[in-house]
């Protein structure tokens, strides 16, 4: 029954009747709000390739996250600047490293804020890998126990869970049985599992201080053709014991959200990453495109690719608009 028995636009034709067939809907309930934590006091330093980011002492950061929440904004995903950064990011391992203590201090102050670590060596090594080296080489194994340490420095100190966005092999099993020994059975693991090299990563490593001062990270994360080996990486995170597993970048990756999410039977998470993010900023403000409706939208085709979490910078935005 073609045209003009059947007309698709009958159903679009009132903002009543598009409300009531929308098939994919966007909450703030899916959110994770992105942070970068730093040290010192009053701190607030603008992210320059990342307009309306900033890098924030603990305190500052508290009180941000007392906005967010009162916004309705459910989660957070901390990164750490450490005070120093050394061959072996020891501060990133540390109980009494940036990351540990900032978690505390949020958990204090707003106790139903779900608080996420991102577990990575990069922003405390002073070579900007993901790992310790040997010789030029990220070395896996001996990455592993450092990670597992880290995991369960910001366990203890309240986090919610924890997010491993190394790309080291085995690393969800290493974290996964330390946790366990260390009687944080139930911190979950959100795994960065499919997580690519890729030049939209640019302007968080501008706000993470995080570039890596010789090569590239092409030997650890994936290479962006693959989708098959995406899928196994996804199936091994499962089988060590992800509770989540997680597709970075979100938007230039929107065919791999779909098939995680059409063959693994746990949440789903994306990462809407630094360039996507600075992208619209940047194209909003020479005024090239309708800043907010452009937020929505993108935010909207990540769900409908079918990720359950969304990691983005725009939570803010997203609260203002979608309240
Ligand atoms: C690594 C890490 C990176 C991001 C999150 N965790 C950067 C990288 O791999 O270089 C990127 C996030 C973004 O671009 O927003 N610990």
């Known amino acids: 029954m073609p045209y003009p028995v059947e007309r698709m636009r009958r159903l679009r034709r009132t903002p009543g009747l598009r409300r009531m067939v929308r098939e994919t809907r966007l909450t703030l309930d899916n959110l994770i ?16 390739a990342m307009p309306g980011c900033a890098q ?3 305190d500052v950061l508290v009180e941000e996250c007392k906005r967010s929440f009162d916004l309705g904004i459910p989660a957070i995903i901390l990164f750490g600047l450490p005070a120093r950064k050394d061959a072996t990011g020891s501060e990133g391992t540390s109980p009494g490293g940036i990351v540990p203590r900032a978690i505390a201090a949020v958990k204090e102050a707003v106790p139903d804020l779900v608080v996420w670590a991102d577990v990575c060596l990069c922003e405390y090594t002073d070579h900007g890998h993901c790992g310790v080296l040997r010789g030029e080489e990220v070395d896996n194994d001996a990455t592993l126990p450092l990670l597992a340490r880290a995991a369960v420095a910001y366990a203890r100190a309240g986090a919610d869970g924890v997010a491993p966005s190394d790309m080291m092999d085995g ?13 944080c059975a139930q911190t979950p693991i959100l795994a960065y599992a499919a997580k690519f090299a890729s030049g939209f990563y640019g302007p968080f490593r501008d706000a993470a201080e995080s570039t890596p001062q010789f090569g590239d990270r092409r030997g650890y994360q994936m290479d962006p053709p693959n989708a098959r080996e995406a899928l196994r990486e996804m199936e091994l ?5 992800a509770d989540i597993l997680m597709v970075k970048p979100a938007l230039a990756y929107l065919d791999i959200i779909r098939q995680a999410r059409d063959r693994f039977d746990v949440p789903i998470a994306a990462y809407n990453v630094s360039g996507e993010y600075s ?9 090239w495109i309708d800043e907010d409706r452009i937020i929505l939208e993108v935010l909207t085709s990540i769900r409908r690719a079918g990720a359950d979490l969304i990691l983005t910078y725009f939570a803010r935005d997203a609260a203002r608009l979608l309240l």
């Open 237 to 241: 995170d499962l089988a060590e014991g």
């Open 56 to 58: 924030m002492s603990i």
């Open 279 to 287: 992208m619209i900023r940047a194209a909003a403000r020479n005024g």
């Open 171 to 183: 690393r969800v099993a290493a974290i996964r049985t330390a946790l366990d020994a260390a009687g």
């Open 33 to 48: 709000e992105g942070h970068f934590v730093c040290p010192g006091e009053g701190v607030r330093r603008e992210v320059a």
